[in-house]
């Protein structure tokens, strides 16, 4: 038999975590170990996104076929079939594409192929390794440009009727709030998400704050990132403060609501944004405490994910590992 079709070890699984700037694809054992991986930007068209996943995945492969492969995609993503129903924005081109079909040719009989949203299959890598193992009843929330979201109720990985369950970046925080991408207004992640932060960074930069936002962007005010505003507030900058601590508001209203329909055991962040630290737990679980500590009489843990650097990969390996 050619190397191309050499079976791979038992239970190696593919990851392929499909983003907007990079494709991420890795291997991994039934424990979560990567053992190896490979990432290349994501192509703007359809005909150079096939050929780069079917390099990616070739490469990965070393001549063999895999026991099972997951996909992590934004969007709406149908699990049965693996189908990109809905994905609105640069990667619009996905739409009507069976993502199984990218990695049939190293599929070894009867190997599972699972798909789904990316932040569901981020919450399936820390229910399988990370901070959700063991957890029956979980809330995730994956805090980047937007606001990502999933669910575990009762053990069960929630969809809802049709793929959309989980989009907590669009629940309704003003109705009379910024107009969203998605054609809404006053959508949580137009006032918590980095674009959001950023959007407000830039405003008191140009309004002439005293601010080291200003001292250190007034010259470029276009370069300030959502990590340069946690990191002067958690130098102290006043201005800086006040933005992540308006920003927290919302956010920590959001998961309060969600805490009450859920009654969640535990709430997890992930995401660029969850990396801030101190600056935005302290502040966040203090606000959930007080808007929750009346009915549910406990205090619910809002703990950052595990999983790691690598979490997309890992995540959507997992959905093929829970068949």
Request: proline fraction near 5%; glycine fraction near 14%.
């Amino acid at each position: 038999m050619s190397a191309r079709h050499r079976v791979a070890p038992p239970n190696l699984t593919l990851g392929f975590d499909i983003g907007g700037t990079n494709l991420k694809a890795g291997v991994l054992d039934t424990s979560g170990q990567l053992l190896r991986r490979e990432t290349v930007p994501t192509p703007s068209t359809l005909p150079g996104f096939l050929a780069a996943a079917e390099a990616l995945i070739s490469r990965l492969a070393l001549g063999e076929r895999f026991s099972g492969a997951g996909f992590g995609c934004p969007g709406i993503v149908r699990p049965f079939d693996t189908l990109v129903d809905c994905l609105p924005g640069r990667m619009d081109y996905l739409e009507g594409s069976r993502l199984s079909d990218l990695v049939a040719p190293w599929l070894a009989p009867g190997a599972i192929v699972a798909a789904d949203n990316d932040a569901r299959a981020a919450l399936a890598g820390e229910l399988a390794f990370g901070a959700a193992r063991g957890r029956e009843n979980a809330l995730m929330l994956t805090l980047g440009s937007g606001v990502g979201g999933a669910i575990v109720s009762g053990g069960v990985l929630l969809r809802g009727h049709a793929g959309v369950a989980g989009h907590i970046g669009h629940l309704t925080t003003d109705p009379d709030g910024p107009w969203c991408l998605c054609g809404n207004r006053g959508c949580l992640e137009t006032f918590f998400s980095a674009r959001a932060i950023e959007v407000e960074a830039l405003a008191a930069i140009q309004r002439g704050c005293e601010s080291s936002l200003r001292t250190r962007f007034g010259a470029n005010p276009l370069s300030v990132t959502c990590a340069d505003v946690f990191e002067c507030a958690g130098q102290g900058d006043a201005v800086a403060s006040a933005i992540i601590a308006r920003a927290v508001r919302y956010l920590g209203g959001a998961i309060a609501g969600l805490l009450h329909v859920l009654d969640s055991e535990v709430v997890i962040l992930g995401g660029q944004i969850a990396q801030a630290g101190p600056v935005l737990f302290d502040t966040l679980r203090e606000d959930v405490e007080q808007r929750t500590r009346r009915l549910l009489k406990r205090t619910i843990p809002i703990i950052p994910a595990e999983v790691g650097e690598h979490a997309g990969i890992v995540g959507a390996a997992s959905l093929a590992f829970n068949g």
